[in-house]
């Protein structure tokens, strides 16, 4: 009687850790990683980077989407600013000026007097980095 019931409750247990452990592999559909594709290069006058939008998911608020740059040693250079807020050394230079959504060929100019090369720059949303990269 003890061993059938000890049998069940190690089965039980098992079946909760499997299930955990395979929940977490499991993404629903349309709720996959979200991610912006971006080509760094500087700006003809060599005086920004240029971050060009290659690729976003469609819809996405530029009030949602938020930009800290960071120097070469890991201290912040630009602190965690939503790109519909950029100013100063830090610009968005829009294809359609009336958009409230970043699309490819969107802009960021950082300025590369303040941002030296070896500095390194971060997209992110409240759910998580959606592109990350050195400056050079």
Do not use: C, H
Not at 5 to 13: H, N, S
Not at 29 to 34: N, Y
């Amino acid at each position: 009687m003890i061993a059938t019931i000890l049998m069940v409750a190690i089965t039980v247990v098992l079946a909760a850790v499997l299930y955990v452990m395979v929940s977490g592999l499991i993404v629903p559909p349309g709720q996959g990683p979200r991610a912006i594709g971006v080509v760094v290069d500087k700006t003809g006058d060599g005086s920004n980077w240029q971050l060009t939008v290659a690729s976003v998911p469609a819809g996405m608020p530029l009030s949602s989407v938020y930009l800290t740059v960071f120097y070469g040693n890991g201290t912040v250079a630009q602190t965690k600013t939503a790109l519909d807020s950029l100013s100063g050394n830090a610009q968005l230079v829009q294809g359609d000026a009336s958009s409230t959504t970043l699309r490819p060929g969107d802009r960021i100019l950082l300025s590369t007097t303040a941002y030296p090369a070896g500095s390194s720059y971060q997209l992110a949303e409240d759910a998580g980095i959606l592109a990350e990269g050195t400056l050079r």
